[in-house]
Each structure stands twice: as structure tokens, then as C-alpha cells.
């Protein structure tokens, strides 16, 4: 048992991406599969996949190179459990000048700091990925 899911995820993604392998694997939960969702609809990560295993699910994301570069350079996270971030929408930070993203969770799900600020909603900073 691990206190912190998303950090967990993070570091799993981090280490596999600097190691340069194909995919990782970690448990999956509806919050950690909406990350893999914004990670691939932001060109992060290849794709992601959930299979049933033998004890719950088992979240798999195929991480993205290009030739032996990551394509993912940061994955930070930035609210936890001992200290909790959150922000207005006018307040929400861009990541390293808009060329990454920080996931938001909001009153209407997950979504990029983009998205969060076109519809003027705020709420809590998970993570910053660039």
C-alpha cells in the first residue's frame, strides 16, 4: 500500500522514460487512467491500455520517443497529500511558458491547464508534465 497513487504513477512513468523502455506498467484507478488520457491526447505518451490481471486492473502506457530521445522530458508532481495546491482560473501557471501542461483536477473532471482556463473553471494542480 502506497499513500500517494498519482506520484507513484509519475515516478513509474519518469524511471521507464529515462531507461528508455517501450511501456510500463502500474495499477490503475479512474484517476490514474484520466492521466494516461491527457498524457496521450497531449502527444506524451504513445497510447495507454487496461487489462483485467490477477488481483484488480492493470494500467499499461506505451511511452513516445523520437529516435532514442524521450519525448517526454518532466513529469513533476505538484499538489500532495501533506500540502495541497490549488488555484483560481486566472491563477492556474503555465508550464515552462506553454509549451507544457499541468493537469487540473475540477468540478468537471480532469483537464489541461488550457482547457481549464478557456472554460474559466479552477481547481486542484495535480502534476506539471513538459
Known amino acids: 500500500m ?5 506520484a507513484d504513477m ?3 512513468i519518469r524511471n521507464a522514460n529515462q531507461a528508455l523502455h517501450p511501456e510500463t506498467g502500474m495499477p490503475s484507478s479512474k484517476i490514474k487512467e484520466e492521466i494516461a488520457r491527457i498524457l496521450a491526447e497531449e502527444g506524451f505518451v504513445d497510447s495507454y491500455k487496461v487489462e483485467d490481471a490477477r488481483v484488480g486492473k492493470e494500467l499499461t502506457v506505451r511511452l513516445r520517443y523520437s529516435g532514442r530521445e524521450p519525448v517526454l522530458h518532466g513529469l513533476r ?3 500532495k497529500p501533506g ?4 488555484k483560481g482560473a486566472s491563477e492556474i501557471p503555465r508550464v515552462k511558458g506553454g509549451i507544457g501542461v499541468a493537469i487540473v ?7 489541461t ?8 473553471i479552477g ?3 495535480l502534476g506539471e508534465v513538459w
Open 123 to 125: 481547481g486542484e494542480i
Open 77 to 79: 508532481r505538484v499538489s
Open 10 to 12: 509519475f515516478t513509474r
Open 105 to 111: 483536477s475540477t468540478s468537471h473532471g480532469l483537464m
Open 83 to 86: 500540502r495541497r495546491v490549488y
Open 2 to 6: 502506497y499513500t500517494d497513487p498519482i
Open 113 to 120: 491547464d488550457r482547457e481549464a482556463r478557456r472554460r474559466n
